[in-house]
């Protein structure tokens, strides 16, 4: 019997791609198991909803830490008790070093409200809005040493409206984010992705 796929989630906001993930878990779209949810904000709501969901939770202050390799010295020991299968950064606000990339070749996969190589980093629906596109979208990735840099696993396109505000895109974007984070990952479960080079190919 094949084991259960094992995914850590890392979050420092609201929760809402973590809670898609749980919720499509439970409806039979995602067989994964969730092992361990941290965060590196202990105010973030999705502490709340892994914790609703009795799902191990850890809470890191980068504050608390005298440097960068500490913290994240800190987030390897934790997760490497977990043996994660996929790391998923939902929502997850820092920039990992390419030690912390390097102990999980591409096992780290992170979820941006824009299409790809367009509009990386923060505020990603306000970029698009200020540039004046049509279209604007998701993208799932693999996380490398760049910000939103990574290989591109899906996309997903949302039109932008001629009344659209930052808050209202943003919302019809984070409804393809819950769609295509699940469908990256169950890409990945199922061992369809080859990569070469830049590119993620899909098998039959």
Do not use: C, W
Request: net charge positive; charged share 25%.
């Amino acid at each position: 019997m094949r084991k259960k796929f094992k995914l850590a989630v890392l979050v420092s906001g609201q929760g809402s791609n973590l809670q898609a993930l749980i919720d499509n878990i439970k409806l039979g779209k995602l067989k994964t198991r969730i092992e361990v949810v941290l965060s590196d904000n202990f105010k973030a709501n999705a502490i709340n909803i892994a914790l609703e969901n009795n799902i191990p939770a850890v809470s890191l202050e980068r504050s608390g830490f005298s440097s960068r390799k500490e913290f994240e010295g800190k987030m390897l020991k934790i997760l490497e008790g977990y043996t994660p299968d996929l790391i998923v950064l939902a929502g997850f606000m820092r920039v990992l070093s390419k030690n912390f990339i390097k102990t999980f070749p591409r096992k780290i996969i992170n979820i941006h409200p824009a299409l790809l190589p367009a509009f990386p980093g923060l505020d990603s629906q306000n970029q698009a809005l200020e540039y004046g596109v049509k279209i604007s979208g998701a993208t799932v990735h693999f996380v490398d040493e760049g910000v939103d840099t990574g290989p591109i696993i899906i996309q997903k396109a949302v039109r932008v409206k001629d009344n659209d505000s930052r808050d209202s895109l943003a919302a019809r974007i984070l409804k393809l984010e819950h769609k295509i984070l699940t469908e990256a990952i169950e890409l990945i479960r199922k061992e369809k992705i080859i990569i070469t080079g830049r590119q993620v190919k899909y098998k039959k």
